[in-house]
C-alpha cells in the first residue's frame, strides 16, 4: 500500500548559519494576496484577523505567491495550489512550536 506523503510544511526556514530563522503568513492587516487573490480563494477573517486560504477555489494562479512581501506563500505542485500557515487552527499549540529546535 503506498502511503500518503506527509503535508507540505507551511512555514519556510531561512538558514545563515549561525541564524536560521522561520518566514511563515504574517496574517497582515490589509493583505496583498487577498487582493491579488482572481478566485476568491483568499481571505480575511475580519473577526480573527486570519488570512484564510481555501483550498477548494484556488486554481493555482499563483498571484498571491509573487504578490507576498514576506515570501510565505508556498506552491504545492502536488495538488496545484497554495498553503500558507493557518495558525494550525483547532490545535492547543502550532506544530511549528511544538516541533521548534530552539525550544528550552
Same mark, same amino acid.
Given at each position: 500500500?503506498?502511503?500518503?506523503?506527509?503535508?507540505?510544511?507551511?512555514?519556510?526556514?531561512?538558514?545563515?548559519?549561525?541564524?536560521?530563522?522561520?518566514?511563515?503568513?504574517?496574517?497582515?492587516?490589509?493583505?496583498?494576496?487577498?487582493?491579488?487573490?482572481?478566485?476568491?480563494?483568499?481571505?480575511?477573517?475580519?473577526?480573527?484577523?486570519? &488570512? @484564510?486560504? +481555501?483550498?477548494?477555489?484556488?486554481?493555482?494562479?499563483? !498571484? =498571491? $505567491?509573487?504578490? *507576498?512581501?514576506?515570501?510565505?506563500?508556498?506552491?504545492?505542485?502536488?495538488?496545484?495550489?497554495? &498553503? @500558507?500557515? +493557518?495558525?494550525?487552527?483547532?490545535?492547543?499549540?502550532? !506544530? =511549528? $512550536?511544538?516541533? *521548534?529546535?530552539?525550544?528550552?
Amino acid at each position: 500500500m503506498k502511503e500518503n506523503p506527509p503535508p507540505l510544511s507551511r512555514i519556510r526556514v531561512e538558514e545563515n548559519r549561525p541564524i536560521s530563522f522561520a518566514v511563515q503568513c504574517q496574517h497582515c492587516e490589509d493583505p496583498l494576496c487577498v487582493d491579488a487573490c482572481l478566485s476568491g480563494a483568499m481571505q480575511l477573517d475580519k473577526e480573527t484577523g486570519l &488570512v @484564510k486560504h +481555501d483550498v477548494e477555489k484556488c486554481m493555482g494562479c499563483w !498571484t =498571491c $505567491v509573487m504578490v *507576498c512581501p514576506y515570501s510565505a506563500i508556498k506552491i504545492d505542485l502536488e495538488q496545484n495550489v497554495v &498553503v @500558507k500557515c +493557518d495558525l494550525c487552527q483547532g490545535l492547543d499549540i502550532p !506544530t =511549528c $512550536v511544538a516541533n *521548534c529546535l530552539m525550544k528550552p
